[in-house]
């Protein structure tokens, strides 16, 4: 339990005390910023939340001091802020939550860390227009470009408490928690419910396969691993075809289009799709895969168009052997016999 706390914007502070204690808290080193997410305490006040010490934030150069051994996961997520704080229900001291926000620099960045701490069979509520994960002592959930992390920091503290605070939070944070338009094209039958991940850094062990989304299927007695790739991080058709052919080990194109790699995992199928690499990788056969790959091309969203690419319009594959990509991306085989180092 710490100390009892301060109600910001409530009568326990006075005019002069709360600016002298954040001159204190500089002083002594404790890094403390009155602008940013640090102002949600005091806002969160007026919904009848006490805090018990004013917010604390971090930036990339020090976010180890508060989470070392997670920061390694945040960082690349584009993060730019922590806000930590702990608060109790007004009249309630002793039920306190430590509440900690994360500020990155895009949605899709802030869906990536949220992603990372979600799994199948997970209890989930819903927290405004978000998606939470919830058990009887934590809550997670993004909003914008926000991931919100609440613990219950003391034994008098309940779910009920994280849950009411976690919309009061929501209320108070811009944007929505709606996943990126991108992943509702996973969201096929078979999909594990909870599986989709937004990776920065590699897919499957293979970096070449990042930035990009993996998730899990099961269904008719086929499992394997689903990977989609945008537009904006493939980058164009033809180079990221001498990236992939490079990294990953057994690739090989083969007709209409489809591209194989023998991962140590099982076997890796791809194909470009609307500028959209899709993927499936583990134990399925190539018919198997291909008409899993179609279903989740039907769900693709046009892609948005980019100094990578001209505006989007109406494309096929061409059906030739040796060429993978769509109409106006056309590339010559390379020479047989290209692996990885």
């Keep these: 339990m710490r100390p009892k ?43 009848s939340w006490t ?17 070392d051994g997670e920061a390694e996961l945040i960082l690349p997520f584009g993060f730019r802020e922590l806000t930590v704080g702990f608060v109790s229900p007004a009249g309630n ?38 998606e939470a994960v919830v058990s009887a002592a934590s809550l997670d959930f993004f909003q914008g470009t926000a991931f919100v992390r609440l613990r219950t920091a003391s034994r008098h503290a309940t779910r009920r408490d994280l849950e009411n605070l976690g919309r009061d939070l929501s209320g108070l944070l811009p944007g929505t928690g709606d996943p990126p338009p991108e992943t509702q094209a996973l969201r096929i039958p078979g999909l594990v419910e909870g599986s989709v991940v937004f990776h920065r850094r590699a897919i499957l062990g293979y970096e070449v396969l990042a930035p990009g989304y993996e998730a899990k299927y099961e269904a008719g007695g086929i499992s394997g691993t689903l990977i989609l790739i945008g537009p904006e991080d493939a980058g164009p058709a033809p180079q990221y075809l001498r990236k992939l052919s490079g990294a990953l080990p057994g690739f090989a194109r ?39 790959i179609l279903h989740v091309a039907k ?20 059906p030739h052997k040796g060429n993978i ?3 106006g991306e056309i590339m010559s085989t390379p020479p047989a016999g290209r692996r990885s180092a």
């Design 5 to 47: 706390g301060l109600e910001i914007g409530g009568r326990a502070i006075g005019g002069a005390v709360f600016p002298l204690l954040l001159i204190v808290l500089q002083c002594a080193g404790v890094p403390v910023r009155s602008g940013g997410d640090a102002s949600l305490l005091p806002r969160l006040a007026k919904r």
């Design 93 to 130: 001291d002793k039920a306190e939550v430590r509440l900690e926000l994360f500020r990155h620099e895009t949605p899709r960045d802030a869906f990536g860390v949220y992603s990372q701490h979600r799994f199948p069979g997970q209890e989930v509520i819903r927290v405004g227009t978000s």
């Design 254 to 292: 083969l007709e209409e289009g489809l591209i194989r790699a023998d991962l140590p995992s099982g076997t890796l199928w791809l194909r470009f799709r609307e500028r959209y690499l899709i993927g499936m990788a583990g134990k399925v056969t190539r018919d198997q895969a291909e008409a899993v």
């Design 325 to 327: 990509f769509t109409s």
């Design 299 to 318: 769900g693709l969203p046009l892609p948005r168009s980019s100094g990578l690419f001209p505006p989007a319009s109406p494309e096929k594959i061409v």
């Design 51 to 67: 805090a018990a010490e004013p917010a604390r934030s971090f930036g990339p150069d020090n976010l180890y001091e508060e989470i």
